[in-house]
T-cell receptor, first 115, second 110 residues
């Protein structure tokens, strides 16, 4: 596609349920990032993928959070047993293969509300 | 640990004014710095990318400068318009991930 695509755009879930958020990066981009933006807060790094591997998962807040990437393309962020503090906008970004000087492009985000 | 600070946190100006947004970072060992715009309820739109070896980049009415040694970047917006109203974020790439400032919320009044 022309840009980074995220789905769903909005998700309302009940506390305790599991959710999956999807990110489809720009074609050919091997670097993929997940960030979280809570209400009134800055962007918080969650995880970084290079290809299918995740060399840095240091930003995942707890073991309820996990992410995978298959085929060097689509990534899924899974939150198990959701809590109200998980409510936030989850943003995905991608950039070109392995070059640290390249530009990152963001999707429109998934707004997660846990009720 | 890299920390990024943006000042001011909010800015309100009349249409037509030139303005400067500031970004500072604590570790000068960066690969690049990127400025983004975020409209309410939307994702981030990339505005300008400055490589560590560059001093400035220009796109239309926007000009971004980088002084790596002092840990500073500025985003200059010329002849501001109401459509420029948004939150502006700077992000520093110290390795492979972007570290963001908390943003400057800009309102351009007609």
């Amino acid at each position: 596609g022309a840009g980074v695509s995220q789905s769903p755009s909005n998700k309302v879930t009940e506390k305790g349920k599991d959710v999956e958020l999807r990110c489809d990066p720009i074609s050919g981009h091997t670097a993929l990032y997940w960030y979280r933006q809570s209400l009134g807060q800055g962007l918080e790094f969650l995880i970084y993928f290079q290809g299918n591997s995740a060399p840095d998962k240091s930003g995942l807040p707890s073991d309820r959070f996990s992410a995978e990437r298959t085929g060097g393309s689509v990534s899924t962020l899974t939150i198990q047993r959701t809590q109200q503090e998980d409510s936030a906008v989850y943003l995905c970004a991608s950039s070109s293969a392995g070059q640290v000087n390249t530009e990152a492009f963001f999707g429109q985000g998934t707004r997660l509300t846990v009720v | 640990k890299q920390e990024v600070t943006q000042i001011p946190a909010a800015l309100s100006v009349p249409e037509g004014e030139n303005l400067v947004l500031n970004c500072s970072f604590t570790d000068s060992a960066i690969y690049n710095l990127q400025w983004f715009r975020q409209d309410p309820g939307k994702g981030l739109t990339s505005l300008l990318l400055i490589q560590s070896s560059q001093r400035e980049q220009t796109s239309g009415r926007l000009n971004a400068s980088l002084d790596k040694s002092s840990g500073r970047s500025t985003l200059y917006i010329a002849a501001s318009q109401p459509g420029d109203s948004a939150t502006y974020l700077c992000a520093v790439n110290s390795s492979y991930k972007l570290i963001f400032g908390s943003g400057t919320r800009l309102l351009v009044r007609p």
